[in-house]
Protein backbone atom coordinates (compact mmCIF):
# COMPACT_ATOMS: atom_id res chain seq x y z
CA UNK A 1 0.00 0.00 0.00
CA UNK A 2 1.62 3.61 -1.05
CA UNK A 3 0.68 5.74 1.20
CA UNK A 4 1.09 9.85 0.18
CA UNK A 5 2.69 11.32 3.00
CA UNK A 6 3.57 15.05 3.66
CA UNK A 7 6.52 16.21 5.10
CA UNK A 8 4.58 16.36 8.72
CA UNK A 9 3.56 13.45 9.00
CA UNK A 10 6.65 12.07 7.93
CA UNK A 11 8.34 14.24 10.21
CA UNK A 12 6.01 12.22 13.14
CA UNK A 13 7.37 9.07 11.71
CA UNK A 14 11.26 9.77 11.76
CA UNK A 15 11.50 13.07 13.04
CA UNK A 16 15.87 12.87 13.53
CA UNK A 17 16.16 11.62 9.82
CA UNK A 18 13.69 14.42 8.52
CA UNK A 19 15.66 16.96 10.74
CA UNK A 20 18.63 16.00 9.39
CA UNK A 21 17.52 16.44 5.80
CA UNK A 22 15.74 19.46 6.29
CA UNK A 23 19.15 20.91 7.22
CA UNK A 24 20.42 19.70 4.51
CA UNK A 25 18.36 21.07 2.00
CA UNK A 26 18.31 24.41 3.75
CA UNK A 27 22.09 24.19 3.54
CA UNK A 28 21.80 23.59 -0.02
CA UNK A 29 23.90 20.43 0.71
CA UNK A 30 21.87 17.58 -0.73
CA UNK A 31 24.35 14.97 -0.65
CA UNK A 32 24.67 12.59 -4.09
CA UNK A 33 23.77 9.38 -2.53
CA UNK A 34 21.75 8.29 0.26
CA UNK A 35 21.12 4.70 1.96
CA UNK A 36 18.46 4.52 4.29
CA UNK A 37 18.30 1.47 6.19
CA UNK A 38 15.93 0.00 8.86
CA UNK A 39 13.42 -2.26 9.28
CA UNK A 40 9.94 -2.70 6.89
CA UNK A 41 7.76 -0.41 7.24
CA UNK A 42 9.86 2.59 8.53
CA UNK A 43 8.95 5.06 5.87
CA UNK A 44 12.06 4.54 3.96
CA UNK A 45 10.50 4.99 0.59
CA UNK A 46 8.21 7.18 1.58
CA UNK A 47 10.92 9.53 2.51
CA UNK A 48 12.90 8.82 -0.29
CA UNK A 49 10.21 9.89 -2.69
CA UNK A 50 9.32 13.25 -0.06
CA UNK A 51 12.75 14.39 -0.62
CA UNK A 52 12.67 13.73 -4.64
CA UNK A 53 9.48 16.18 -4.54
CA UNK A 54 11.33 18.79 -3.04
CA UNK A 55 14.02 18.59 -5.71
CA UNK A 56 11.82 19.02 -8.14
CA UNK A 57 8.61 20.96 -6.80
CA UNK A 58 7.84 24.38 -8.51
CA UNK A 59 6.34 25.96 -5.16
CA UNK A 60 8.83 24.44 -2.72
CA UNK A 61 7.54 25.93 1.20
CA UNK A 62 9.83 27.38 3.40
CA UNK A 63 13.04 26.04 0.93
CA UNK A 64 12.41 21.91 2.09
CA UNK A 65 8.60 21.28 1.87
CA UNK A 66 7.21 20.33 -1.64
CA UNK A 67 3.74 21.93 -2.39
CA UNK A 68 2.38 18.51 -3.02
CA UNK A 69 0.28 20.51 -5.74
CA UNK A 70 2.33 21.33 -8.78
CA UNK A 71 2.50 19.24 -11.68
CA UNK A 72 6.10 17.59 -10.46
CA UNK A 73 4.76 16.70 -6.87
CA UNK A 74 1.71 15.19 -8.42
CA UNK A 75 3.67 13.10 -11.22
CA UNK A 76 6.15 11.46 -8.33
CA UNK A 77 3.51 11.15 -6.33
CA UNK A 78 2.08 8.97 -9.35
CA UNK A 79 4.69 7.46 -10.47
CA UNK A 80 5.23 8.96 -13.53
CA UNK A 81 7.52 11.36 -13.60
CA UNK A 82 10.20 10.67 -16.47
CA UNK A 83 13.53 11.79 -14.35
CA UNK A 84 12.30 9.52 -11.52
CA UNK A 85 13.51 5.99 -11.85
CA UNK A 86 12.80 3.20 -9.32
CA UNK A 87 14.57 -0.38 -9.66
CA UNK A 88 13.03 -3.44 -7.48
CA UNK A 89 14.77 -6.81 -7.93
CA UNK A 90 13.78 -8.93 -10.65
CA UNK A 91 12.64 -11.77 -9.32
CA UNK A 92 15.20 -12.32 -6.38
CA UNK A 93 17.76 -9.87 -7.22
CA UNK A 94 18.64 -6.71 -8.79
CA UNK A 95 20.70 -7.79 -11.90
CA UNK A 96 23.51 -6.32 -13.63
CA UNK A 97 21.69 -5.22 -16.67
CA UNK A 98 18.68 -3.46 -14.35
CA UNK A 99 21.80 -1.45 -13.29
CA UNK A 100 23.23 -0.91 -17.07
CA UNK A 101 19.59 0.16 -18.50
CA UNK A 102 19.68 2.45 -15.26
CA UNK A 103 23.17 4.02 -16.45
CA UNK A 104 22.38 4.58 -19.73
CA UNK A 105 18.92 6.54 -18.61
CA UNK A 106 20.70 8.49 -16.03
CA UNK A 107 23.71 9.54 -18.55
CA UNK A 108 20.87 11.44 -21.17
CA UNK A 109 20.18 14.94 -20.48
CA UNK A 110 17.41 14.96 -18.02
CA UNK A 111 14.00 14.99 -20.31
CA UNK A 112 12.69 18.11 -17.97
CA UNK A 113 15.06 19.17 -16.21
CA UNK A 114 18.32 19.22 -14.94
CA UNK A 115 17.53 16.62 -11.72
CA UNK A 116 17.25 13.08 -11.97
CA UNK A 117 16.58 10.79 -9.13
CA UNK A 118 17.07 6.81 -9.34
CA UNK A 119 15.61 4.80 -5.95
CA UNK A 120 16.84 1.21 -5.52
CA UNK A 121 14.20 -1.14 -3.64
CA UNK A 122 16.28 -3.73 -1.35
CA UNK A 123 19.24 -2.63 -2.50
CA UNK A 124 21.08 -5.35 -0.68
CA UNK A 125 19.58 -7.64 -3.20
CA UNK A 126 22.42 -6.72 -5.91
CA UNK A 127 24.16 -9.31 -7.46
CA UNK A 128 27.73 -9.06 -7.61
CA UNK A 129 27.41 -7.96 -11.49
CA UNK A 130 25.12 -4.83 -10.45
CA UNK A 131 27.14 -4.00 -7.28
CA UNK A 132 30.15 -3.33 -9.04
CA UNK A 133 28.72 -1.84 -11.60
CA UNK A 134 26.50 1.02 -9.34
CA UNK A 135 29.98 1.76 -7.66
CA UNK A 136 31.50 2.58 -10.59
CA UNK A 137 28.56 4.80 -10.69
CA UNK A 138 28.62 6.41 -7.36
CA UNK A 139 32.39 7.21 -8.22
CA UNK A 140 31.74 9.35 -10.62
CA UNK A 141 28.51 10.67 -10.26
CA UNK A 142 27.13 12.67 -12.81
CA UNK A 143 25.49 16.55 -12.03
CA UNK A 144 22.51 16.90 -10.84
CA UNK A 145 22.03 12.74 -9.84
CA UNK A 146 20.43 11.99 -6.78
CA UNK A 147 20.64 8.28 -5.46
CA UNK A 148 18.40 6.61 -2.70
CA UNK A 149 19.48 2.94 -1.75
CA UNK A 150 16.71 1.50 0.41
CA UNK A 151 17.85 -1.53 2.38
CA UNK A 152 16.51 -3.66 5.86
CA UNK A 153 20.37 -4.96 5.40
CA UNK A 154 22.98 -2.91 5.62
CA UNK A 155 25.88 -6.02 6.24
CA UNK A 156 24.97 -7.53 2.66
CA UNK A 157 25.71 -3.97 1.04
CA UNK A 158 29.68 -3.65 -0.42
CA UNK A 159 31.62 -1.43 2.02
CA UNK A 160 32.55 0.38 -0.87
CA UNK A 161 29.41 1.27 -1.78
CA UNK A 162 28.41 2.13 1.91
CA UNK A 163 31.64 4.46 1.86
CA UNK A 164 30.07 6.67 -0.73
CA UNK A 165 26.73 7.37 0.65
CA UNK A 166 25.10 9.28 3.43
CA UNK A 167 23.90 6.37 5.42
CA UNK A 168 20.69 7.28 7.79
CA UNK A 169 18.93 5.03 10.14
CA UNK A 170 15.26 4.98 10.13
CA UNK A 171 14.14 3.70 14.26
CA UNK A 172 11.51 1.14 14.59
CA UNK A 173 7.92 2.87 14.96
CA UNK A 174 6.52 3.02 18.41
CA UNK A 175 3.29 1.11 18.72
CA UNK A 176 1.57 4.43 20.04
CA UNK A 177 2.75 5.60 16.43
CA UNK A 178 1.18 2.52 14.83
CA UNK A 179 -2.00 3.00 16.47
CA UNK A 180 -2.49 6.71 14.96
CA UNK A 181 -1.05 6.08 12.12
CA UNK A 182 -3.54 2.87 11.63
CA UNK A 183 -6.63 5.12 12.74
CA UNK A 184 -5.54 7.80 10.58
CA UNK A 185 -5.44 5.79 7.85
CA UNK A 186 -9.34 4.11 8.28
CA UNK A 187 -8.20 1.18 10.91
CA UNK A 188 -11.23 0.48 13.49
CA UNK A 189 -9.84 2.28 17.12
CA UNK A 190 -10.31 -0.94 18.96
CA UNK A 191 -8.82 -3.08 16.73
CA UNK A 192 -5.63 -0.56 16.06
CA UNK A 193 -3.80 -1.73 19.82
CA UNK A 194 -3.63 -5.67 18.43
CA UNK A 195 -2.34 -4.98 15.14
CA UNK A 196 0.49 -2.93 16.98
CA UNK A 197 1.29 -5.63 19.54
CA UNK A 198 1.51 -8.13 16.50
CA UNK A 199 4.31 -5.98 13.74
CA UNK A 200 5.78 -2.73 14.39
CA UNK A 201 5.42 -2.32 10.63
CA UNK A 202 2.85 0.06 9.68
CA UNK A 203 2.45 -1.81 6.37
CA UNK A 204 2.85 -4.82 7.66
CA UNK A 205 -0.01 -4.08 10.37
CA UNK A 206 -2.46 -2.41 7.21
CA UNK A 207 -2.04 -5.45 5.66
CA UNK A 208 -3.22 -7.74 8.68
CA UNK A 209 -6.26 -5.28 8.82
Not at 121 to 138: E, P
Not at 193 to 198: E, M, N, S, T
Amino acid sequence: MNLIKTWDQLEELQPTVLKMLKNSLVKNRVAHAYLFEGIRGTGKKEIALLLTKVLFCESIIDRYKPCENCINCRRINNGNHPDVHIVEPDGLSIKGNQIEELQKKIKKKGIESWNKIYLLVHADKMTIKASNSLLKFLEEPNPGTVAFLLTEQPQRILPTILSRCQVLTFNPLTPQIIIQQLVENGVEPAKAPLLAQLTNSLDEALKLN
